[in-house]
């Protein structure tokens, strides 16, 4: 008997809606438009389905592009067993891992150290790059990272002398690890949390014998997500299939 979960019909505890095209965040002078999912219910068989082929997902909703003139954006996933860390990124975790960075794994929460410290970082980040920047409320955070409850969320607090300085949003499942969003204290930019927190995600996926580690959408020509393309192996989704079609994950070269 087939997985009520995963089949061409879309199921009864998902809800799809086609969004309108809007200005790319990502690319100036393009268009993009997404496909919006609602999921009432998401088990963890079904969520790895909608992974292999590209989804994301914020809170109860899934998304992935369906852009109608541009092509661009591809999904990055990285071979857990097989990553090996270039030196600069071994640089950072020896310089890091000597910071006594305390780290705890939970379920995802909300407190205004949360809401605090992402505001912090999107002010800072609409000075540096000029991202749009409206401070986020409890409801706006709530929405977005914690509703649906979902069993296989977790979020990576990232402490130093007791103070939050890093949080990251993750989904961990039997098969993979999907980094969901991370921001940090802007004074510990120049250390390199960033690349530390994706290095610090690789090790748990490991110690789990996961297979992959998702890091969303990667642009090639968008300096913004440059440094995904810096864990290897890794490989490219370039389009994104409908649920009944099998996706097609190649490496770099090939994608």
Known sequence: ?????????????ELELAGTEDECSYLPGQT???????ARRLPESRYEHLLERGCRRFGRVLFRPACPACSACQGLRISVPQF????????????????????????PTLTP????????????MHHRRGWPFREITREDYYESFIDGNFSFAREFQYRHAGQLIGLGLVDITESCLS???????????????????????LQHARSRSLQWLYMGYFISDCQSMKYKSSFR???LLRTFPPDYTAPDWQPPETA
Not at 84 to 107: A, G, K, V, Y
Not at 113 to 124: F, G, K, R
Not at 179 to 191: C, D, G, K, L, V
């Open 179 to 201: 980094s969901i969003y991370f921001y940090h204290a802007p004074e510990w930019r120049q250390a390199g949390l960033g690349t530390w927190s994706v290095l610090q995600e």
């Open 233 to 235: 192996p890794h490989q």
């Open 32 to 38: 993009s438009r997404m496909i919006w999912r609602l």
């Open 113 to 124: 150290e949360h809401i605090a410290l992402y505001n912090s970082y999107h002010s800072d």
């Open 84 to 107: 090996q860390p270039s030196r600069s990124q071994r640089r950072c975790r020896e310089q890091l891992d000597q910071q006594q960075i305390q780290i705890t794994i939970q379920q």
């Open 1 to 13: 008997m087939s997985d009520p979960d995963v089949t061409s019909e879309l199921p009864v505890t």
